[in-house]
């Protein structure tokens, strides 16, 4: 059946179940290291820090991914990053007194660099199989990779509790780890091998963008994660945990639900936005930013008149979702259509590279914001950093093409 498709649809489906594959492993992993290390006794704080150098080595990957992508080609880094996360994978396997905070950071590491490496490739090589000439297709099918990434990623945090209950932690490591190794022999086999390889050998100093619309929707991208972690990420888990009396099983189960809708709402975004007031991808950005900049100000406000807290949580949420879903689709598509064809992951992994910055910006001030002040206070840091990203996108020079 693959035979008779186009090549391009090929590799689209391959790189897409790649990516895929990958994200499962990626969301049941997280869960299965909160949930194990936590019955073992970690403190939260502890089990914070496991995911630090997780984090952070996802700014430094996918500012080199981007160079390393456009010198030898995308096939090799997607594989690379399936490559490290089996590594990942196989170094929880040691035995359990070998499990110590800094071992588990260092393969939460190799798990960061692997998933911006596939996160990075997976983007860059959609730009190369579209024509220049159709950016609605360019628009729905980075929406459809990146929606369907977040959905499965929800998935995965329910597959992460489902096989540590019946197979144990080893037992789960194990299976995402031979599971992981048929998609990685597959795509050796199967995924062009020259693709996204630049036809000029970049320099370390081009990991830098010049581009000023790349520089535009970079820092757009850092202050928009930036606004959803600030709150999402600690203050909100701790919120219904603590001043709600959720159980773990509750809150845990309530944001795989979130991720998975947002996720879904990503997918659809292509038909929501084609009915917006203009067809230009900028103009729409700066509506929806704005539309979204009123969400956890509104949020905030209904907490500070102590409005049902459920009810303003649940409501809240998933207005926040749907919006910062339609926004985030259309800043990844305009990232892979601003970006060029040639060295296209130089481009995408600076912009990915921003947007791990703000991942791990909005992470540390959730932590810190909350404990001194509130989820009022982070709500409000929110809205701020969404108003400052809906100004920086509205400096984009004007491209048509939805």
Known sequence: MLAQLSPAIRQYILVTGNYWAFTL?????????????????????????LF???????????????????????????NIGLGLQIIALAMLLVP????????????????GI????????????????VPESAQGQLYKWVALLTGSKNTLK?????????????LGFAGAVLSMACMLTLVWIFSLIFLNRETGKATFKPKFKELFSKSRPINVLSAARFLLFGARDVWFVVALPVFLASELQWDHWQVGSFLALWIIGYGLVQSFAPKLTATTITDRASHQATLWGALLTFTPLLIAGALWLQLSVTLVIIV??????????????????????????????????FYYMANAAGRLLGTVLSGWVYQHSGLVACLLIS???????????????????I
């Open 154 to 166: 929800g998935i995965g945090f329910f597959l992460g509790g489902v096989l540590l209950t019946w």
């Open 316 to 349: 809240g949420l998933a207005l926040f979702g749907l919006l910062f879903a339609i926004n985030s689709s259309l800043h990844s598509y305009l990232i892979v259509s601003y970006s060029r064809t040639d060295g296209v992951s130089l481009d995408v992994g």
């Open 52 to 78: 630090l150098f997780y984090e952070f080595f996802g700014v430094v990957t996918n500012l080199v991914g981007g160079y390393l992508g456009a010198r030898w080609g995308l096939n090799r880094t997607m």
């Open 383 to 401: 809205g701020l950093l969404v108003a400052l990203s809906t100004l920086v996108v509205r400096q984009l020079p004007q491209r048509t093409g």
């Open 114 to 129: 692997a998933k911006d490496l596939n996160k990075m490739s997976a983007k860059s090589t959609i730009k190369l199989l």
């Open 25 to 49: 492993t990626d969301g049941a992993l997280r869960m299965l290291v909160v949930l194990h290390f936590h019955q073992l006794g970690y403190s939260a704080f502890e089990v914070a820090m």
């Open 96 to 111: 359990s007194s070998w499990l110590t905070i800094l071992w588990v950071m260092l393969a939460q590491a190799l798990s």
